[in-house]
C-alpha cells in the first residue's frame, strides 16, 4: 500500500521559515521522482520543485528558485522541503508527490502553509 504523509506546514510571518517533510512508503523511493506541488484556494495545483536520480537532481519553480530547496534521505523515504523568505503569495496546501519507474503517480494528503502579511 502505497502512502504519503506530509507534515511540518503550519502559519509564519512574512520572510519566515518552515520545513516540510514527507515519509514516503509502498513503492521503490530510491528510484522515484519526488516532487512538491501546491494549490492555492481557487487555483490549480502548481510545481515547487522536484528531486530526482535519488537526490542527484533538482528542479524548481522559477517563483521559488533561491528561497526554497527540496532535499532527500533515501535511507529514510522521506523528502524534505526547506522554504525560506517565505510570502503571502507562498500561502496554499502543500502536496508531496511521487513518481515511480513505471510513471505512477502518487500523492498525499497536503499539509496547509499560511503566510502572513
Known amino acids: 500500500q502505497v502512502q504519503l504523509v506530509e507534515s511540518g506546514g503550519g502559519l509564519v510571518q512574512h520572510g519566515g521559515s518552515l520545513n516540510l517533510s514527507c515519509v514516503a512508503s509502498?513503492?521503490?523511493?530510491?528510484?522515484?521522482?519526488m516532487s512538491w506541488y501546491r494549490q492555492a484556494p481557487g487555483e490549480e495545483r502548481d510545481f515547487v520543485a522536484s528531486s530526482f536520480h535519488a537526490g542527484a537532481s533538482t528542479n524548481y519553480a522559477r517563483s521559488v528558485k533561491g528561497r526554497f530547496t527540496i532535499t532527500r534521505d533515501n535511507a529514510k523515504n522521506t523528502v524534505y522541503l526547506q522554504m525560506s523568505s517565505l510570502k503571502p503569495e507562498d500561502t496554499a496546501v502543500y502536496y508531496c508527490n511521487g513518481q515511480d519507474y513505471k510513471d505512477r503517480d502518487y500523492w498525499g494528503q497536503g499539509t496547509q502553509v499560511t503566510v502572513s502579511s
Open positions: 509502498g513503492f521503490d523511493f530510491t528510484k522515484a521522482a
